[in-house]
């Protein structure tokens, strides 16, 4: 079943060439202005508070200089503020999915998508450029905006994905959808790279370069994206035929399995619909869905669930706080830590890709998984004991990202999908969606928790407990899927002794 | 100047409006620090003699140095408030220029620890004797009491001193005197901006114009190539 590698890219034309580039630069945009946020921390943070000086010592002085914004008292109050943030935004991405999903559903995804970008770059806009031009610095204001920012965001995902399943069919779509699922990592390492090279002109300004090259994107997304083949008569005869039984074989098939995407859009043209039925929201819209509550009771939904919660904490803390955790803690400038913090993304990109090709190869999931979650755990204490060296660091680096990047890329999206499919479910189309909405909004709950944690354990025991805190996590992890793990494991096992038998 | 005088006012109770208001509209340039008290400087003091010396032009308590242009205004180049009955002093501003500055002779209690913020040229301080130097005697080369006044003579530059507190400025900034005992952090060179964390100014032009100039230019290739051949149902 694997793509066959000359067939596939002929049934191609540039109107599916287009779409997959507008949709991948679409979400790419999106998190680079995420990472903005996340790599200008230190520098909103010194704009928040005056100068800490010695009690003892006069304060510094010209006060227009050094003491006269006084939002917190002191960087460690805007840590935690800034941390809360984090928590809001998730929150309000994770609510905003499901409402956005209904929304997305009734309308034009194209207007849909140029209206998350475009309204969320106006969001950033006024959240970092406009409220430092004015010098109006007000928390009810930043934490309003973020809400905002948050619903806006979260209407790009749905979207995005149901474009793609609208245009890549079934074959060659592991391979097409693996290449698509790096968008986030790539909007990562260009955030990164937009931030660093304006940051030293202020932050103000790497909200407004990101949040400029975001509303450029959605202008370019209004006057250039076909939601679908069927725009321009090209049609889905490919797609239309596949049963959901024939999904069950198809799930065993070797594939690129880190992406999440895959399984929503199999959805997607399952249905036959041009109009799509979104992934991860909206389950009771749906006719014949399967009920809430009846998904969550499914086996192996629910420890994979809670896997994902823990692993989402950790695996967004690092994405909302290793910029400011490298300036603090070695004092690295604000733009060296940008850049080497690129290197989590790039171990979770080939952390995933390798992690999935391996588990295609096996059959199995679980002890893959539980083999990189350990692994992870080493890492993570590798990592809490890295010297202040920059590229001993950045392996560190890569590795704990490989190892975090990649099970969290798997859960969210092979294993949603294997979860999705399986054999109690039979007849009922909606589970996958539903399953994969548990299991995201699980893990997204999880990671905005972890976000007000990680600020808290930060400002109260230090940085040292963040880490321990991580390991827990991720031991929690393995902890939640060990009976899967078990099983999986002896089936493997019992397979291989068969086939020794057979030789 | 009477809209001057209700402004002073509002701003805060001080001892120099009636002089102003009596005093004030001579000219232009008119400065309220020299007319705090009756008199003008004396040919024997030491503020006398610095004018003499410096030819400097005597006004009320102060002697004013010209500027080389004649439209700038005159500044402080002494001021002399010796026995003046004054009970406290609370601005000082308009003699930030002053070399010299004699408090000799009053009843003050205190001084305000700011009260010579800015004051970089002032070399020699007359005060009454119970007090001390601003700044502590540790800002000042010399420190003497004659009689019933204090002497504090040159300034030092506290930015340069070694053994003293050490006055280590944030980063992407440096110390500047800023009168005795005083100093500033201003950031040095490029940078700018609250705690001197920028550099730089942002090339608006060179982001927007490209930006702006390559939306519209994708915007109407994908037009043209894409959502033209949409087929309306």
Redesign the interface.
Known sequence: MSPPCCGFLAQYT??HL?AFL?TFFSYVLLHASRKTFSNVKV?IS??WTP?VQNVS?PA???IK??E??KLFADSDEATMFLGALDTIFLFSYAIGLYVSGVVGDRMNLRYVLTFGLCGSAIVEFVFGTLTEWLQFYNIYLYCGLWVLNGLLQSAVWPCVVAVMGNWFGKSGRGFVFGIWSACASVGNILGAFLASS?L???YE?AF??TS??QF?GG??V?????TSPK???LCLETETGLSPVETDRDSHRPLMSDEEEEDRSEEVCDGGYYTIQQGDTEPEESHKAIGFCQAFSLPGVLPYSLAYACLKLVNYSFFFWLPFYLSRNFGWKEAEADRLSVWYDVGGIVGGTIQGLVSDCLGKRAPVLALSLLLAMGSLVGYSHSPPDQVVNGALLAATGFFIGGPSNMISSAISADLGRQEALRGSQEALATVTGIVDGTGSIGAAAGQYFVSLIESKLGWMCVFYFFIVMTGGSILFISPLIITESRTLWRDRQARRRQL | MKAGCHQQQNVEAVLFIINVCLFGGYQLTELQVCHVCNGTVQNGTAIGQLCSASAGLLDGRCCLGRRENPSDADYVLGLDLSNCSLNYVDRLQEAATATMIDLSLNPLVSLDNLLFEGFIQLRHLILPAHLVCPGGNASWDKVEVKGESLYCEGQKDICNQTGHLSLTCPENSLCDPDGPGLYECNCVGDFHGYKCRRAGQFPIIQVLGPLGASTVLVSILLWVTQRRKVKSA
């Open positions: 540039h109107h287009v507008l520098s010194a704009q100068t010592l510094f002085s010209p200089t050094w006269e914004n304006v030293k002109y202020g300004y407004l370069v400029l090259v450029a202008v370019v209004f006057f250039g994206l076909l725009e321009v008569g």
